[in-house]
């Protein structure tokens, strides 16, 4: 669900194998994770563009399946900022980064100055590549370029909510996947990830961890904390989904076309301000012209798409609504999204479409979001039980046309699935849940269910402002104020309180 463009427009979901592995215990035997702890990892400098000078690099080794912890090995790439406060610091911070398909190390390497500087150096902060991306070990499902596509791969309905050519590149990508992929592939879910993580705590030689989990990262840190309780510190959640057991990512993508709704208005009201006049962006003299303009307009170019400045690849209906709600993440790109939507209705000129839009995913990019999305849950396999949801959705929320309930290669996915985690109030008190009040992904009703699971275990706080990413994100001092004394004192409010955009 964050960070980059790619994984946030991927972004979407106890059997004998998982009470096996609880009996293996995520370390192994107890002399293997006391080996793990010794060791640690090998930290060598990794300098990111625009990163902290001192971030370091290291990596892992992981078993593919943690019910053979002496089997096969893989790796985990993962990162830190060491505190410069020595013996001072108050413990060790985990950034937990999105996705499905997020980079932590990256993710650590674009917040992890701002984040050093809030807390005044307080923590060693770390993060972690989950299995599939970046540094760590990866694995391809050699799917075609057109599979790869991002509207392909996020599998939006064809034009009037049509899922004939949907469940046939569904069906063809899973099929790919099982071919091609191997056990590495199945590994990579969210159960793996929180097991990964637990093994670096070892590695890193600490009791506790506090962590930072942003989007899809805030499933995978209740997971932790549910799983492993007694092994958490401060505990931030910051853009939540629904954690319904049940569903999973199958449920954040049913939420897509509410969250969306939710959002545009915000846009609207900005598409609509004279101010944009003399900027060329104004699409109407009013905010509720701009709702009709944009779902006609997509109409149209379902009809008749679009000649753009990229030779061969059009602007149809499906790529400005895959833009929309991409662009929707933050105010800073309202303007984009406005000069799309302008240059796409002007009858003469090409658009130019966003660079992610403009070619495909990596396959490797594809394979891990596609994996972690359906081993996490099983979906349904029946296409009428899409086909209700398509038309209900196309109904409801036209500007996603159908995307909530469409039919991804989950559908016809054949890895084993472990039943996920049902998040619960059994747990320390040490979790404070942020969340801005008009997410176009995760939107505030599914934190509400996150939090109604958590129960005295967590306070949240609202953010009275649209945009995906809430602290150190889209600049709200009142929230950003209330995690960072969190993380420094360990002080939450007494109760769930709001925070005025």
């Given at each position: 669900?964050?960070?980059?463009?790619?994984a946030?427009?991927?972004?979407?979901?106890?059997?004998?194998?998982?009470?096996?592995?609880?009996?293996?215990?995520?370390?192994?035997?107890?002399?293997?994770?006391?080996?793990?702890?010794?060791?640690?990892?090998?930290?060598?400098?990794?300098?990111?563009?625009?990163?902290?000078?001192?971030?370091?690099?290291?990596?892992?080794?992981?078993?593919?399946?943690?019910?053979?912890?002496?089997?096969?090995?893989?790796?985990?790439?993962?990162?830190?900022?060491?505190?410069?406060?020595?013996?001072?610091?108050?413990?060790?911070?985990?950034?937990?980064?999105?996705?499905?398909?997020?980079?932590?190390?990256?993710?650590?390497?674009?917040?992890?100055?701002?984040?050093?500087?809030?807390?005044?150096?307080?923590?060693?902060?770390?993060?972690?590549d989950p299995?599939?991306?970046?540094?760590?070990?990866?694995?391809?499902?050699?799917l075609?370029?057109?599979?790869?596509?991002?509207?392909?791969?996020?599998?939006?309905?064809?034009?009037?909510?049509?899922?004939?050519?949907?469940?046939?590149r569904?069906?063809?990508?899973?099929?790919?996947?099982?071919?091609?992929?191997?056990?590495?592939?199945?590994?990579?879910?969210?159960?793996?990830?929180?097991?990964?993580?637990?093994?670096?705590?070892?590695?890193?030689?600490?009791?506790?961890?506090?962590?930072?989990?942003?989007?899809?990262?805030?499933?995978?840190?209740?997971?932790?904390?549910?799983?492993?309780p007694?092994?958490?510190?401060?505990?931030?959640?910051?853009?939540?989904?629904?954690?319904?057991?049940?569903?999973?990512?199958?449920?954040?993508?049913?939420?897509?076309?509410?969250?969306?709704?939710?959002?545009?208005?915000?846009?609207?009201?900005?598409?609509?301000?004279?101010?944009?006049?003399?900027?060329?962006?104004?699409?109407?003299e009013?905010?509720?012209?701009?709702?009709?303009?944009?779902?006609?307009?997509?109409?149209?170019?379902?009809?008749?798409?679009?000649?753009?400045?990229?030779?061969?690849?059009?602007?149809?209906?499906?790529?400005?609504?895959?833009?929309?709600?991409?662009?929707?993440?933050?105010?800073?790109?309202?303007?984009?999204?406005?000069?799309?939507?302008?240059?796409?209705?002007?009858?003469?000129?090409?658009?130019?479409?966003?660079?992610?839009?403009?070619?495909?995913?990596?396959?490797?990019?594809?394979?891990?979001?596609?994996?972690?999305?359906?081993?996490?849950?099983?979906?349904?396999?029946?296409?009428?039980?899409?086909?209700r949801?398509?038309?209900?959705?196309?109904?409801?929320?036209?500007?996603?046309?159908?995307?909530?309930?469409?039919?991804?290669?989950?559908?016809?996915?054949?890895?084993?699935?472990?039943?996920?985690?049902?998040?619960?109030?059994?747990?320390?008190?040490?979790?404070?849940?942020?969340q801005?009040?008009?997410?176009?992904?995760?939107?505030?009703?599914?934190?509400?269910?996150?939090?109604?699971?958590?129960?005295e275990r967590?306070?949240?706080?609202t953010?009275?402002?649209?945009?995906?990413?809430?602290?150190?994100?889209?600049?709200?001092?009142?929230?950003?104020?209330?995690?960072?004394?969190?993380?420094?004192?360990?002080?939450?409010?007494?109760?769930?309180?709001?925070?005025?955009?």
């Amino acid at each position: 669900m964050t960070t980059t463009y790619t994984a946030r427009a991927l972004a979407l979901t106890l059997s004998g194998a998982a009470v096996a592995a609880a009996l293996v215990g995520v370390g192994g035997t107890g002399a293997q994770a006391e080996a793990v702890t010794k060791a640690g990892p090998n930290w060598e400098p990794c300098v990111y563009e625009q990163g902290p000078r001192d971030q370091e690099c290291g990596e892992l080794e992981v078993p593919v399946d943690y019910r053979e912890p002496g089997g096969r090995q893989i790796r985990v790439g993962v990162s830190r900022l060491p505190s410069e406060r020595g013996a001072e610091k108050r413990g060790t911070l985990l950034v937990i980064a999105g996705g499905p398909g997020s980079s932590g190390v990256q993710r650590l390497a674009q917040k992890g100055e701002a984040l050093r500087g809030e807390l005044g150096g307080a923590y060693d902060i770390v993060s972690i590549d989950p299995r599939g991306v970046g540094r760590s070990t990866t694995a391809g499902c050699r799917l075609a370029d057109e599979d790869r596509d991002l509207v392909n791969l996020r599998a939006w309905p064809g034009a009037d909510g049509d899922l004939t050519g949907t469940a046939a590149r569904s069906r063809r990508t899973a099929e790919a996947c099982e071919r091609h992929g191997g056990d590495v592939l199945k590994s990579f879910s969210s159960a793996n990830q929180v097991r990964d993580i637990e093994r670096f705590r070892q590695a890193l030689g600490v009791e506790k961890l506090s962590a930072w989990g942003i989007s899809y990262g805030t499933y995978v840190g209740a997971a932790y904390a549910q799983k492993y309780p007694h092994r958490t510190d401060r505990w931030v959640l910051d853009t939540n989904g629904d954690p319904d057991p049940r569903r999973v990512a199958r449920g954040w993508l049913a939420n897509t076309g509410a969250a969306v709704e939710g959002r545009f208005a915000d846009f609207a009201r900005w598409a609509a301000d004279p101010a944009r006049e003399s900027e060329g962006l104004r699409l109407a003299e009013r905010a509720e012209g701009v709702r009709p303009l944009v779902i006609e307009l997509a109409a149209r170019l379902d009809r008749t798409p679009k000649k753009t400045t990229t030779p061969g690849v059009p602007l149809t209906g499906n790529r400005l609504r895959q833009a929309l709600q991409s662009y929707l993440y933050s105010d800073r790109l309202f303007d984009e999204l406005a000069r799309l939507i302008r240059e796409a209705g002007h009858p003469k000129g090409a658009p130019e479409l966003p660079g992610e839009l403009a070619k495909p995913v990596s396959d490797e990019a594809a394979a891990v979001t596609m994996a972690v999305v359906c081993n996490d849950v099983r979906w349904p396999g029946k296409l009428s039980t899409y086909e209700r949801a398509v038309a209900a959705d196309r109904v409801r929320h036209p500007l996603t046309a159908g995307l909530s309930g469409t039919m991804l290669p989950c559908a016809f996915w054949k890895a084993p699935a472990e039943k996920p985690v049902r998040i619960t109030d059994d747990g320390p008190s040490n979790i404070l849940m942020i969340q801005n009040r008009r997410d176009p992904s995760t939107p505030h009703f599914g934190a509400l269910k996150m939090r109604e699971a958590l129960g005295e275990r967590a306070r949240l706080v609202t953010v009275e402002r649209g945009g995906h990413g809430a602290y150190l994100g889209e600049g709200n001092a009142c929230g950003n104020r209330k995690v960072t004394s969190f993380l420094l004192t360990g002080q939450r409010p007494e109760k769930d309180i709001s925070c005025e955009g």
